[in-house]
């Protein structure tokens, strides 16, 4: 079956650095990779999404890449803020189906 | 409009008792999913419903575990012979189609 690795697992960085972090993944056939961002205490709400026909995709502050050939797919933060600390998840759907497999998250610390 | 909804917020239960975790999903949302969160880990999923039919019930961590959904919205996981382990926060989502999952505010269950 599919696996997802997510690297960090935790990630401090200074206000207004960038933030990246990276999955990687094992079926082939995955063509929908979202990222989901989960506040303490809090339910994962979706911040970026991308599909298998599109390299890249940026909204606003947020960006993601994806690498078919190599199987990985990156979020990236620019200018990070106080408030984009929370746990990151990706995440990686065949939408041949629904089964929805997510990384082990990462954990970010934006320091004032 | 309305998001998804679930109940109880919080159970708490014998070690061997069975219990029951309901999901209201967005109206119209055609997919239902099922996922387990213990603390601080990322999210396990369970079993995802299109419609009122479960295609892929492999994420079900053991036969102690089903789920059912009723015409196309309500759904049910039900653990029976409740273990320890069990305790987590189960967390129910719906999309329509593939696309962004919402999820609900979860359940929280305690197995004493």
């Known amino acids: 079956g599919e696996n997802v690795e997510q690297h960090p697992s935790t990630l401090s960085v200074q206000e207004g650095d960038s933030a990246v972090i990276k999955c990687t993944y094992s079926d082939s056939a995955s063509n929908y990779f979202p990222w989901y961002k989960q506040e303490l205490g809090k339910r994962p709400q979706l911040i970026i999404d991308?599909?298998?026909?599109?390299g890249e995709k940026k909204d606003q502050r947020i960006a993601v890449t994806l690498n078919k050939t190599a199987k990985h797919f990156s979020l990236h933060i620019t200018e990070t803020q106080p408030e984009d600390s929370a746990v990151y998840f990706c995440?990686?759907?065949?939408?041949?189906?629904?089964?929805?497999?997510f990384g082990a998250g990462t954990r970010l610390f934006v320091k004032a | 409009g309305a998001g998804v909804s679930q109940s109880p917020s919080n159970k708490v239960t014998e070690k061997g008792k069975d219990v029951e975790l309901r999901c209201d999903p967005i109206s119209g949302h055609t997919a239902l999913y099922w996922y387990r969160q213990s603390l601080g880990q990322g999210l396990e999923f369970l079993i995802y419903f299109q419609g009122n039919s479960a295609p892929d019930k492999s994420g079900l961590p053991s036969d102690r575990f089903s789920a059912e959904r009723t015409g196309g919205s309500v759904s049910t996981l039900t653990i029976q012979r409740t273990q320890q382990e069990d305790s987590a926060v189960y967390l129910c989502?719906?999309?329509?189609?593939?696309?962004?999952?919402?999820f609900g505010p979860g359940t929280r269950l305690t197995v004493t």
């Open positions: 995440a990686v759907l065949n939408t041949g189906g629904f089964k929805t497999i």
């Open positions: 991308i599909r298998s026909n599109v």
């Open positions: 989502a719906s999309s329509f189609l593939q696309f962004e999952q919402y």
